[in-house]
């Protein structure tokens, strides 16, 4: 095995190709083997587990007591009973001082999310309530918090207020807004059960960078509203009504309002950008909306009898939750909006919450299990539908302040609920002076720091058709509507993939000197072309979609390897060679096109013979007889021995 | 390098693996290389020539005069100027003669498929006139027989006839009729002028093989009505309605038409099987329409006086075809159904369109462009909408008539279109009693080749998912609608290729002994696993839909290889080489994932490394900046090279 300079000039590059091949022939040529033979019935088994349980769920169950199952059995469906026995109170004073902290964050941004969503502001309250709770039984990740969150409030908002109006109907309202969330916690649970979870991966991070950058824009200019004192507002989402909205408006604009606004986003942005520069001071930014709230409600109480222009919250309803199930609107005319309401938030709130529980879990080394969190998630909803809560998930800013505040287990959910509930019980009427200026200054903040641009950055450097889909969701959510922007974006995503596949690419080898190793020509200049050979890479499964055009495209290759070897007077073309290592799959239409071409090349005595093919490629030429056509000899285990078994065929001949 | 023994027993293969790896450490280790840098322009225009030029339609110009070029465009827009010049007689003679055989087929088939779309029979003749003559100039296809087909006809019939009825309104629905027709048209020659001809290709052969069969089952059934001598008959094409309609009316039935029909059915089905049989034959098959139309009106004029319950045709118009082009409609409430008809028409005629033409081409071995053609057939649509002819394309059953006969080139189908200018010209009177139900046993004869159980046999061998495309679009077809079974099928396709991409495989590679070769080890019993290594292809690009999905399924397989070490004592794991040669793409989820994993990975004290990325997988790595964080010694040219060079640097620490 010579060792050979890494880089050679063009013209050494042509003669050395008129030599012999410069690598080792190996002594023995090895046989491609089918994998083993499987009936049909184990097949469907193996692909629908793979499917299904790709994560093995049930691999602690093996080899255990029937007791120690039933154990683990609870284990798994109640991940309290895990950490439960362990629990001391060490952990509990980790989780009060938590549980508090995001208490302090959950009673403003749930009474703001709530008028997100165009809900009374106590739902918001209710909403960090029963499913905090219900999330501390059942839910796999340690540190996430739970509640209303912005991308689903502004989405329910958003297409219940395009159909029926709060202030016009506000009991039918409420209705959809329950059926909605029910809808959405069924569907949840659904995927979980039906272990679907890969649908949500679908929306990728690209389109969803996109999407949170548009949201956050529409929600900000929709809180204009709030800070300059509109009263008569747009109900729609798009950014010319809402512009439009705001300019036509500007008769209803008032100066206080503004002011105190400005003032407290002012500080509301500080905070948070001093939080931002130095991660120990998370507590500033943590504690800053409760601060607002309260200093503004002490601002605007103190002044009550002087300005009147400032919109406060108003009455509360002191008390728990009031059950709601029969709210839960099954027939009528709305009944598909609340349905299409409930998948669309369902969709991005299980997103939201799961991709937050894994990135706190993975801080923390340990693993989030998807389906289990979608039932979860999903039953912390249908609870929620029937105790007068609206959507609700893994928040990312109260997880974040969670795990900074030092967060142990779910039990800082239960500590905040409770905090919740005494506030319910007994602090509502403090809220009554609570200017709505503050609470649109609150969401602001909240939903600025969903503008990534830096994510955006990225994806135009790495990869153009990423930034096409993150754009598309950015602009389709600005000026169309949120379910038809995140449509289109994912529909380019699938496009994308669809892309690949139909159009995927063929790579032209040679042989890397002094190794039996075979490499594109393009990507490594000191790789040889083997005279005589053409050995073509394709780089996908061969499907119906592609037949045709990797037919041509490598017929097109042929043609142009001949053209080449006629303008350098090289050794004719005997044989093609395809490495068919990166065809990970091949329907009944490639195999049609893999006769085709034998056919087709062997009119003009061309050889095609196919180098590795993977083990259900393998099997369905196998299935397909034309194994038999192509012969033993057709197929080889690598281009290596291809190579040095064909070649050494042809010396006896001249 | 040691020949060894291809299979080694279990004990064999675990007392190996605790040895030395057995193959040859290569002597120097290679650098992955970039791809040459290009701009995102070059890439752009790259991606774009392979999308859309990837047959290189322009290699021909290059290096030729001007007047040479001027030449070779015409020859590229119109065939004709390609072999026109070397026309002769011999050549001629062939054409008349198939020219001839097919028409005799055309005036009974055009007749019968325009009564498929409930179209006067007239506009049958029309269609095999205008569209001929535009395909013989501009077609490059030399034995495609142009005119109406089964498929086409019947999709438009059953489309057009679920909201406009030819009895109750038969101008609009003529007008409908021809609108559809320029549509379908516009449609063709718009993908073939912006190059997408790779969207008929979603139209798979599994789908194609479930979809004909269920169509030629509803068009027989639907021949009932003439064949039986029903009236009133259902205008739906499902199968139940068509059932219903059959035994409801069965007071309609008239034995005479019953007799006349079976006979009829009977003697084509009979010469269909003889030429079946013996190919050399074909012509009887060929000319059996032409024979039952004239023997059974001989009879039905003979026996005029004594029967009257058997239908007739009827009145025919003499003369050419009139224009139409004041009968397009372009406003009005029909107009979505017309374009809707087009497009699925279009997409239909096209696919078979071109299908037949690469059949023959290929048999003998000349090239059919796909854009080209798709050019031909939609301008041949277009004229034909507007000289009163429906959607025509190339049939299979007139090409293969026309094969057989001895064609040669286009000008059979002038000599057809001749022959039915004759008949239009002067033998229209003829046809006047010619038996509606010889139509109908023409039909079922002609649609019955279409059901292919032995390619569905075949599918279902091969690929159980495409089987089950194939089914879908079989009972879609049958019992919903033309349009919706075919939209399912398709759905299943594309469904196949995203779980395809959301569910990758991922295999165990081992080293095949006496080679640097690493292998499946399910595949290969003799490959052997490396101590202290274990090594895993991902078969499949890594992308957002299957990022979350990859990363959970390498961790499992780390843990299930942990435990199986423990279970046999082995030495423990050190490193986890990915064998990316199969990672065709890579977008920034999937980035994301192998900076993940290698972090959970070096948590655990376990080395991550890649062999063999590919060329655009390498350059994304490179851009995102994580080949820093691998750095250049996390990146091998090979598996061999990887634990060769990994496991001699673990050398001498113990």
Same mark, same amino acid.
């Given at each position: ?155 329910? +908002? ?32 659904? %995927? ?40 008569? &507002? ?29 003032? &407290?986003?002012?500080? %509301? ?62 027939? +009528? ?9 409930? %998948? ?51 928040? &990312? ?29 007994? %602090? ?56 038809? +922007?995140? +449509? ?6 699938? &496009? ?40 073509? /890479? ?72 196919? /180098? ?43």
């Amino acid at each position: 095995m010579g060792v050979n300079s890494n880089r050679v000039d063009p013209f050494g590059t042509i003669k050395i190709q008129s030599e012999i091949p410069m690598f080792q022939t190996p002594l023995e040529i090895h046989k491609v083997r089918l994998p083993p033979q499987t009936t049909t019935f184990q097949k469907l088994r193996h692909r629908l587990s793979e499917i299904f349980f790709p994560d093995d769920p049930f691999h602690r169950f093996k080899n255990q007591t029937c007791f120690m199952k039933l154990i683990l059995g609870l284990q798994y469906l109640f991940p309290i009973f895990q950490w439960g026995p362990e629990y001391n109170l060490r952990l509990l004073r980790s989780d009060i001082v938590s549980g508090l902290t995001i208490a302090s964050l959950a009673i403003p941004q749930g009474i703001s999310y709530a008028k997100l969503a165009n809900l009374p502001p106590i739902i918001g309250l209710y909403s960090s309530f029963v499913p905090a709770l219900i999330y501390s039984v059942l839910g796999s990740s340690r540190h996430l918090g739970v509640g209303p969150v912005s991308i689903a409030s502004l989405v329910m +908002g958003s297409m219940l207020s395009e159909s029926v109006s709060y202030s016009q109907d506000p009991i039918l309202y409420l209705k959809l807004a329950f059926t909605a969330t029910f809808f959405a916690g069924v569907f949840q649970s659904s %995927l979980g059960v039906l272990r679907l979870g890969f649908v949500i991966d679908f929306l990728s991070k690209a389109t969803l960078v996109g999407f949170m950058a548009g949201a956050a824009i529409i929600v900000s200019l929709q809180q204009l509203k709030g800070l300059l004192g509109i009263v008569h &507002f747009t109900t729609k989402m798009q950014i010319v009504p809402v512009l439009a909205s705001v300019f036509i408006q500007r008769d209803e604009w008032s100066w206080q309002t503004i002011l105190l606004g400005f003032s &407290f986003l002012f500080f %509301l942005l500080m905070t948070r950008h001093i939080s931002l520069k130095k991660p120990k001071l998370f507590w500033i930014s943590a504690a800053a909306p409760l601060t607002s709230v309260i200093l503004s409600t002490l601002l605007v109480f103190s002044m009550r009898n002087k300005i009147h222009k400032i919109a406060i919250i108003g009455e509360l309803p002191k008390g728990l939750n009031p059950p709601s199930s029969n709210m839960l609107y099954f027939n +009528g005319p709305y009944l598909a909006l609340a349905i299409k309401t409930g %998948l669309v938030t369902g969709v991005l709130s299980l997103t939201e919450g799961i991709a937050v529980g894994r990135t706190f879990a993975s801080l923390r080394n340990y693993q989030v299990d998807g389906n289990k969190e979608m039932m979860a998630i999903g039953l912390m909803n249908i609870a929620g539908s029937c105790s007068s809560c609206y959507v609700t998930t893994g928040s &990312f800013s109260r997880s974040a302040v969670n795990y900074n505040a030092g967060a142990q287990t779910t039990v800082s959910n239960i500590i905040m609920a409770s905090a919740v509930l005494v506030t319910l019980l007994f %602090l509502m009427p403090l809220f009554y002076y609570t200017p709505n200026v503050v609470l649109a200054a609150i969401i602001i903040t909240a939903v600025i720091g969903l503008i990534d641009y830096q994510a955006a950055y990225k994806l135009w450097k790495v990869d153009k058709l990423d930034f096409l889909a993150c754009l598309c969701s950015f602009f389709g959510v600005l000026f169309i509507s949120v379910p038809l +922007g995140l +449509g289109i974006a994912v529909a380019i995503s699938v &496009f994308k993939i669809l892309l690949h596949v139909s159009r995927p690419n063929t790579v032209v080898l040679g042989n890397i000197p002094g190794t039996p190793i075979f490499h594109n020509l393009n990507q490594y200049k000191e790789a040889l072309r083997i005279p005589s050979f053409i050995i073509l /890479a394709v780089e996908s499964p061969i499907y119906f979609a592609n037949a045709t055009y990797l037919q041509e495209r490598i017929l097109r290759w042929v043609r142009e390897e001949e053209e080449r070897i006629i303008a350098i007077n090289g050794s004719t073309l005997k044989c093609i060679i395809l490495d068919m290592t990166a065809v990970t799959g091949i329907d009944t239409s490639g195999i049609d096109t893999l006769c085709e071409l034998r056919r087709r090349l062997e009119q003009r005595s061309l050889q095609l013979v196919l /180098a590795n093919p993977i083990g259900n490629v393998m099997e369905k030429l196998h299935e397909s007889n034309i194994l038999n056509s192509f012969g033993m000899k057709g197929v080889y285990l690598s281009v290596g021995e291809a190579v040095a078994d064909i070649s050494s065929s042809w010396k006896p001949q001249p």
